[in-house]
Antibody
Framework: QLQLQESGPGLVKPSETLSLTCAVS??????????WAWIRQPPGKGLEWIGS???????YYNPSLKSRVTISVDTSKNQFSLKLSSVTAADTALYYC???????????WGQGTLVTVSS | QSALTQPASVSGSPGQSITISCTGT?????????VSWYQQHPGKAPKLIIY???NRPSGVSNRFSGSKSGNTASLTISGLQAEDEADYYC??????????FGGGTKLTVL
């Protein structure tokens, strides 16, 4: 059973870049079976898919965030990362890292990490 | 891409059945058999309960079932229990190779 753990700053200033890492245990990020994804949830609101990456580096992003998002994978550390640039208060959310087979449902989730954008 | 459409809330009494709808377009729900459903209790991460329209992950109660007709997918919970009170989200793969969620439905067990 895969286990995922998010880490990163809980507070980011407006206009700066949000950076989060997801450590994967219980399996290899290079296994080739899964895609690795980020999903966020603003306080009291619904879920929003941010993007997904395959271990080879192929990426797929939410069109509404595409210009500001970079997702990368580090197979040597068995982890993947999220960078979101030029953040505003609207980016304040609980950020989850997840996994999913191609096209299919998000089946393993981290506990989530709250990122607040504020000066 | 637009979010999938779910009712904001549904309710039911213990033992009853309820159905939550999830409406999209031919570019997402209607075009692929890749609709999934998630249950989220307060303060917890979402949990996958249905994938690929109607498949249940191991360990998920058979009281949960999924279906699809045209551009609308549905989640049915039978034999409603107090522990089913939660938020429910649908999600679909899209023709743009992206993912999209519904706005979420709050289930109240009366």
């Amino acid at each position: 059973q895969l286990q995922l753990q998010e880490s990163g700053p809980g507070l980011v200033k407006p206009s700066e870049t949000l950076s989060l890492t997801c450590a994967v245990s219980g399996g290899s990020i290079s296994s080739g079976y899964y895609y690795w994804a980020w999903i966020r949830q603003p306080p009291g609101k619904g879920l929003e898919w941010i993007g997904s990456i395959y271990y080879s580096g192929s990426t797929y992003y939410n069109p509404s965030l595409k210009s500001r998002v970079t997702i990368s994978v580090d197979t040597s550390k068995n982890q993947f990362s999220l960078k979101l640039s030029s953040v505003t208060a609207a980016d304040t959310a609980l950020y989850y890292c997840t996994t999913h087979p191609p096209y299919s449902g998000f089946d393993s989730w981290g506990q989530g990490t709250l990122v607040t954008v504020s000066s | 891409q637009s979010a999938l459409t779910q009712p904001a809330s549904v309710s039911g009494s213990p033992g009853q059945s309820i159905t939550i709808s999830c409406t999209g377009t031919s570019s997402d729900v209607g075009g692929y058999n890749y609709v999934s459903w998630y249950q989220q209790h307060p303060g917890k991460a979402p949990k996958l309960i249905i994938y690929d329209v109607s498949n249940r992950p191991s360990g998920v109660s058979n009281r949960f079932s999924g279906s699809k007709s045209g551009n609308t997918a549905s989640l049915t919970i039978s034999g409603l229990q107090a522990e089913d009170e939660a938020d429910y989200y649908c999600s679909s793969y899209t023709s743009s190779s992206t993912g999209v969620f519904g706005g979420g439905t709050k289930l109240t067990v009366l």
